[in-house]
């Protein structure tokens, strides 16, 4: 027969001590849990708008109205209402001298110009042949937005 041995006092303290764990783990707490507070609402950045479309620019704008004015010039079946058109548009300018260059001949980068002319009298020029031939190819404004320089070219 075997014979038992006696365990020593520190192992019967160090398994009691483990049962003990064990039991407390092991226990249930009658309180009740605490619902877990809600989670703080996140911020969600606002959809940013889609681009809007380009804003046409103030030289856009200026040939827009220029080439409405040239076409309703030459198109005008009464002196009067041609006149009246020419003084509007000429509001547009700095001065009713402002130069007017017409392009007839373009190479290498090199522009040959016809004779220079003024506002005036290329508005005046349309209301007499009544045909609009040139569009604006180039403009210069001035701080105030009034055309202070005007390139044609013939539309072809």
Same mark, same amino acid.
């Given at each position: ?29 009658? !309180?009740?849990?605490? +619902?877990? +507070?809600?989670?703080?609402?996140v ?5 940013? +708008? ?60 090199? !522009? ?10 290329? $508005? ?16 210069? $404004?001035d ?8 390139? $044609?070219?013939?539309k !072809?």
């Amino acid at each position: 027969m075997k014979r038992r041995t006696i365990q020593s006092p520190v192992s019967t303290l160090l398994t009691l001590a483990l049962f003990g764990l064990l039991a407390m783990g092991a226990c249930k707490s009658k !309180k009740k849990v605490a +619902p877990a +507070p809600a989670p703080a609402p996140v911020e969600q950045p606002a959809p940013t +708008p889609p681009p809007a479309a380009p804003q046409p620019s103030a030289e856009e704008i200026a040939v827009g109205k220029l080439e409405n004015y040239f076409n309703s010039i030459a198109q005008s079946t009464n002196v009067d209402a041609a006149n009246r058109t020419i003084n509007e548009a000429l509001g547009m300018f700095s001065n009713s001298q402002t130069p007017v260059l017409i392009v007839i001949h373009q190479e290498n980068g090199i !522009k040959d110009y016809d004779e220079p002319t003024t506002i005036e009298k290329y $508005l005046h020029y349309l209301k007499d042949t009544k045909k609009n031939l040139n569009f604006i190819s180039d403009i210069r $404004l001035d701080g105030n937005g009034r055309v202070t320089e005007l390139e $044609l070219r013939r539309k !072809k």
